[in-house]
């Protein structure tokens, strides 16, 4: 069936690092969003690319569609605390336009 | 942006018991959709509740253990029946805006 891997699972940065998500699907999407989930919170949607190649940013995150619109990745450029959470992509399923299903997740967790 | 509520907030349940989580919209939506997060995991689509009709379920998920009510454009109810512990999870309920908006969360344990 149709999956969506995040890669890393994990990754702990000191304050200031970079960090860098990834995210890949099974299936070509015809778009994908970008979710982000504090520790004890609800996802919160972030950002949706459509065309092939997209790049945008916002401040300090940059989110990027791949050519095949089969991946995409988010960069945070010199973290800080407040980056802490959990990152999650989806993509539309095959089934229904508004059903997504959504990356398996990248946990960061930001050292001071 | 949507404004959604959920109650309860978190409940301990025992085995064999049944719970029902409501969503509240501080709008009207077509669609509403709930979703299940377990312990350190990812969101699992479980249905979609339309209102005037039937809830649609993904693979994996049935009505029977899953009901779901949509009475009007801005509340849904989900009900997890027959409770066992692998039911111990977060449910959200989200509707569509720029993006999908989540309901704060049900935190379900089950012993």
């Known amino acids: 069936g149709q999956q969506v891997m995040q890669i890393p699972q994990y990754q702990h940065v000191q304050e200031g690092e970079d960090f860098t998500t990834y995210c890949n699907s099974s299936?070509?999407?015809?778009?994908i969003q970008w979710y982000k989930q504090r520790p004890g919170g609800h996802p919160v949607f972030l950002i949706q690319l459509v065309k092939s190649g997209e790049v945008k940013k916002q401040k300090r995150l940059t989110f990027q569609f791949g050519e095949a619109k089969k991946n995409s990745s988010l960069h945070i450029t010199a973290t800080q605390t407040t980056d802490v959470g959990t990152y999650f992509c989806?993509?539309?399923?095959?089934?229904?336009?508004?059903?997504?299903?959504f990356g398996t997740g990248t946990r960061l967790k930001v050292l001071a | 942006s949507a404004v959604i509520s959920q109650k309860p907030s978190r409940d301990i349940c025992q085995r064999g018991t049944s719970l029902t989580i409501q969503c509240q919209v501080d709008s009207q939506v077509t669609m509403m959709f709930w979703y299940r997060q377990q312990p350190g995991q990812s969101l699992t689509l479980i249905a979609t509740a339309n209102q005037g009709s039937e809830a649609t379920y993904e693979s994996g998920f049935v009505i029977d253990k899953f009901p779901i009510s949509r009475p009007n454009l801005t509340f849904s109810t989900l009900t997890v029946s027959n409770m066992s512990p692998e039911d111990s999870s977060i449910y959200l309920c989200?509707?569509?805006?720029?993006?999908?908006?989540f309901g704060p969360g049900t935190r379900l344990t089950v012993l």
């Open positions: 989806a993509g539309p399923t095959t089934s229904g336009t508004y059903k997504y299903i």
């Open positions: 299936t070509t999407l015809s778009n």
């Open positions: 989200s509707v569509w805006g720029h993006g999908q908006y």
